[in-house]
């Protein structure tokens, strides 16, 4: 039995962001990065429907491990506008989604967990998506028992694997992932996570 995080332990903060776990409210910035193609280039190689955002929401939403494994908001402390989210979601392969049916409140997934991120492209190029991630994974290792995280990329995407690399993690070759078999993975262990001093 896994005990439940406090929520207030849920929500994370950097210099620059707050990170909390996602919310319904939180559908407008959901619909902002699923719907932008640009944001999605990467991902799915095209954006979602609004309608079919909404409806997958609930989903979203979930979370498991006692509230340790899910999707979190990332919000700019300076605005308090919301730019993106962050994830430790458990990798899908043979699937191209996730498996929500895997979070449960009270285990954690059978499967490889990864950080992940999407920010609106407004929030680009600014060192965002690296701070956030860094937070996350010191949450993981902090806060969970898990002793490795990975990432997944596409191949070209190599703006996202230049932050995993800031973050501590290393490539670890071609993988199936997301029902592809050429996916770049990366990863990082609890021990490399202390020694490379990447906290955040």
Same mark, same amino acid.
């Given at each position: 039995? /896994?005990? %439940? =995080?406090?929520?207030?332990? #849920?929500? $994370?903060?950097?210099?620059? *962001?707050? /990170?909390? %776990? =996602?919310?319904?409210?939180? #559908?407008? $910035?959901?619909?902002?990065? *699923?719907?932008?193609?640009?944001?999605?280039?990467?991902?799915?190689?095209?954006?979602?429907?609004?309608?079919?955002?909404?409806?997958?929401?609930?989903?979203?939403?979930?979370?498991?491990?006692?509230?340790?494994?899910?999707?979190?908001?990332?919000?700019?402390?300076?605005?308090?506008?919301?730019?993106?989210?962050?994830?430790?979601?458990?990798?899908?392969?043979?699937?191209?989604?996730?498996?929500?049916?895997?979070?449960v409140p009270d285990a954690y997934p059978d499967a490889k967990i990864e950080v992940g991120y999407l920010l609106v492209p407004q929030a680009w190029g600014r060192g965002i998506a690296t701070e956030a991630c860094a937070r996350l994974?010191?949450?993981?290792?902090?806060?969970?028992?898990?002793?490795?995280?990975?990432?997944?990329?596409?191949?070209?995407?190599?703006?996202?694997?230049?932050?995993?690399?800031?973050?501590?993690?290393?490539?670890?070759?071609?993988?199936?992932?997301?029902?592809?078999?050429?996916?770049?993975?990366?990863?990082?262990?609890?021990?490399?996570?202390?020694?490379?001093?990447?906290?955040?």
């Amino acid at each position: 039995m /896994i005990e %439940p =995080l406090h929520p207030d332990r #849920l929500i $994370l903060k950097t210099k620059r *962001l707050t /990170i909390a %776990p =996602l919310r319904m409210s939180d #559908l407008d $910035l959901v619909q902002r990065l *699923l719907c932008d193609a640009d944001v999605m280039h990467y991902v799915t190689g095209e954006a979602e429907t609004p309608e079919a955002v909404k409806r997958n929401l609930p989903n979203a939403v979930r979370r498991g491990a006692g509230g340790r494994i899910g999707f979190w908001s990332i919000s700019d402390n300076a605005t308090g506008s919301k730019i993106g989210d962050v994830i430790l979601m458990p990798v899908p392969i043979d699937q191209d989604d996730y498996d929500f049916e895997l979070l449960v409140p009270d285990a954690y997934p059978d499967a490889k967990i990864e950080v992940g991120y999407l920010l609106v492209p407004q929030a680009w190029g600014r060192g965002i998506a690296t701070e956030a991630c860094a937070r996350l994974l010191r949450f993981a290792f902090e806060e969970t028992p898990l002793t490795e995280i990975f990432a997944t990329t596409d191949p070209d995407n190599k703006k996202s694997q230049n932050v995993l690399r800031k973050c501590g993690l290393h490539a670890i070759g071609k993988r199936r992932a997301y029902a592809w078999d050429d996916v770049d993975w990366f990863q990082v262990t609890r021990t490399e996570w202390h020694v490379k001093g990447t906290r955040s």
